[in-house]
């Protein structure tokens, strides 16, 4: 039996085609696919503005500086993420205050409040795996307290808080493109808002401080290079196409996971019932490390991939020296999803051979 890979993207004929055509005409940088991908993403998201870019990281980095953000100034994220939600708080110069999640891997909006100060800026919310963070409670305590949302959903492009996409309810919505997200174009981010002053920002920001649209050219400000190019939006325009699908067989795998997958060793993901997850990842919380890791090196004897979930991002070498925090006190869900959680394979292209397999090697573990 071959390995069953943690994530395996979707790449088709018609993308691969799709991706030649872009290399043979020469054009490669940001061009015609790139407004493309930024016009559709808009569409399938029901939002009026889209800048792609180079990676996710790229597009919070960009969100944070269109937002004002300055050293100095606070961002409130949660303990668990992939460790840059963290990182680009620390590049703009700014203090990532850390806050514990709840059961469900996002951010615990009863613990918000006692952390604003007044050089909090903005909440950045993760809907951590693709589970929806708690928004309604979120824009509330932001417009209490006049702060700016910045939701990162690199994990969750098409999963919903209620009736809304995630990354369309704050200021701005972040998404990733790499391979481990539902769809992909190698590396690559997206920045939705709607509002046209922010999302001429970023455009201008990404494209070396070049404002768009204004003639004769001028760099009007300090600028990076986060554009996307043209052949990989191609990539990931094909796989737009079928994202309902890509979810709706993904829900079908996680349905027979609750089904079938039953033991007192470990918890299986919670999801609110204001959410419906994209199932990015699908993380299972053991009953301790010890059992986390034999279970993992048990699964890869067994020919299957799985690995650690996001981090706890105050048990992380720079932030852990930096901030010096308890985790164990202040964060106990993070740190035990961070040590205890592991992800398990569930993309759509798992046959039922696979998914049978994977569930007899772990249920016949305990
Ligand atoms: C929650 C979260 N934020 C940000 C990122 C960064 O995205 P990228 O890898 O595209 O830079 C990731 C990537 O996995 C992520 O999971």
Known sequence: MKLIPLASPNITNIAIDSVVSVLRSGMLVQGKFTNQLENDICSYLNVSHCAAVSSGTASLQLALISL????????????????????????????????????????DVLLIEEKITDKTKVIMPVHEFGIAADMDAILNIAERHNLWVLEDAACALGSKYKEKYCGTLGDFGSFSLHPRKAITSGEGGLVVTNNAVFDKKIRTLRNHGIEPEVQPMEFSEAGFNYRLTDFQSALVLDQLTSLDNIIAKRNDLAAIYYQELKSNHFKLPVIPDYASSNWQTFQIILESEKTRNSLKDHLLRNKIQSNYGAQCITEVKFFKNKYQLDSLNEFPNALEAYNQGLAIPLYEKLTEENINHILNCINNFF
């Open 68 to 107: 004002g953000v300055k050293p100095g100034d606070e961002v409130i994220v949660p303990a668990l993420s992939y460790v840059a939600t963290a990182n680009v708080v620390e590049l703009v110069g700014a203090v990532p205050v850390f806050v514990d999640v709840k059961q469900d891997f996002t951010i």
